[in-house]
């Protein structure tokens, strides 16, 4: 979680999403209620990462069941922990719907369309799922491009 924490607010600046901010970046994390606890150990770390802010803006990270999407709506990214399929494919339409930059705690959901994640090895890369993003309107900077392993069609499912 320690690197996630780091990662996610950058992946908003990095991506076409800098553009829908106006004073903060709201970050949302869907889960199940099973990861509450996870869930709420991300949070500090995100707010402990970054007690002013990033690059002049405030954080605002929310916490939502996936029963509770709505509250995602106006969020710059929004961050899935593992689910059923049904959730995580509604989740996803609705996010996609909204314009809202979809990353996952597993690559797994990049077959569902989510558009990206981290590959944890010996190294850190971002993994990004290109046709989900081209879908959806979402632009990401060409040096995030260039770092990342790009999930291809097929992959995983």
Request: charged share 25%; with cysteine.
């Amino acid at each position: 979680m320690e690197i996630f924490s780091k990662i996610i607010p950058r992946f908003v600046l990095m991506s076409s999403q800098k553009k829908t901010i106006q004073t903060k970046i709201e970050i949302c994390i869907l889960h199940d209620k099973l990861d509450e606890r996870i869930v709420s150990s991300l949070i500090d770390k995100i707010q402990n990462n970054y007690p002013n802010g990033i690059k002049n803006y405030r954080l605002k990270v929310i916490s939502s069941n996936y029963s509770d999407i709505d509250m995602c709506y106006k969020s710059q990214l929004a961050f899935l922990f593992d689910t059923d399929e049904k959730n995580m494919d509604n989740s996803i339409r609705v996010l996609n719907k909204n314009s809202v930059f979809t990353m996952s705690y597993d690559a797994k959901y990049l077959a569902n369309g989510v558009e990206s994640t981290l590959f944890l090895g010996r190294k850190v890369v971002p993994y990004m799922n290109m046709s989900a993003l081209r879908q959806n309107g979402m632009e990401i900077d060409n040096t995030l491009v260039q770092i990342s392993k790009i999930y291809l069609q097929g992959e995983g499912k």
